[in-house]
């Protein structure tokens, strides 16, 4: 499985100007500091990790059958092992189950706080999401610039489709990361270069992807952008509490979707999971994988479908419904 992240090694990191890769590596789960590098890795079975460099990272994923790539970014309080990396390989064997045009998950991993005690994990988490994305937004320079190198007349294009999946805090990494890559990089906009971004039970406010807001690098980076939420959140619902005080004392987007569907660009769809997600997940946080019976749930079969049509596709054109059976279909 690859994978890429800013969190320590054991090891230390490979800063010299030569690195020698692959090396192996271990996490160092005790330090949760957010690193502004990023090592692209390689998990060979679990807790056996080797850092392999961004150019053998980017080789694979070009040299990998599926059709559709997949980077997941993972919510707070939620270590590699074993959380990250088995709701990975959960979610790999779904889509693998479900069939169509073979869809590769890598995860994307930020350092989540090592300590007992959810208040504690939560602020020390919300700031290490921030902090990361320093390190995120060099993944995607990283790409751009493997591309830059490839792109010399000899190759042929890179044809996979990138999409996004984030949960919870994720949503935090991933604005970040874009909105650092068009402050020193992308200075006319981030690039349109994402099939589809998946923003599940999303712990930002729910003015973000406005035009002029903290995520409005988000829409005008995909195609599609699926915004899940549930009124009935309940790790949400903590969150905008214990916000209250920070001037963001606002609804979460994973709460009630965005404000004003009229404010948010058209590529922007809403779906409101509160049917079903507190019978998958008790806090009704989780749900974007199995359903209580273990088969993929319907926020991972309208992602399936999503990636395999190109498109979201909604009851004459809505933008803004209740997901159900009848929007999980692809054939």
Known sequence: MLFATNRTFIQGPSRT????????????????????????CRRKNTNSYTEIGHSAFF???????????????????????????????????????????????????????????????YFGDQMAADASGIAFMRFFEWFFSWLSNRNDGQNAPFNKN???????????????????????????????????????????????LEVGEEGQWIPSSARNVAVYYASDDWALRTTAIINIGNLVASRRLGQKGPENMNAVPDNVFAFDCGDFN???DLPGHGYFASDVQGNPGLVLRHMHATMQRGRIITPNGQRNVVLDSSLVTFN
């Open 59 to 121: 080789d694979a994923l070009e040299a990998d059958p599926a059709e559709e790539i997949l980077f997941y970014i993972h919510g707070y309080s939620t270590l590699p092992e074993p959380v990250i990396f088995s709701r990975t390989e959960e979610l790999q064997q779904h889509f693998n189950a479900l069939g169509g045009k073979s869809i590769r998950v890598v995860p994307l991993i930020w350092p989540c706080d090592n300590d007992s005690g959810p208040l504690q994990d």
């Open 278 to 280: 507190n019978r998958y």
């Open 162 to 208: 990138l999409n996004i999946l984030s949960h919870s805090m994720g949503a935090r990494v991933l604005r970040g990361a874009l909105n650092r890559a068009v402050q020193y990089f992308q200075v006319d906009g981030f690039p349109l270069i994402f099939r589809s971004i998946f923003l599940s039970a999303s712990d930002i406010v729910n003015e973000a």
């Open 17 to 40: 100007r030569n690195p020698q890769f692959p090396r192996s590596v271990d996490f160092n789960l005790d330090d949760n500091q957010a690193g502004q590098s990023i090592s692209f």
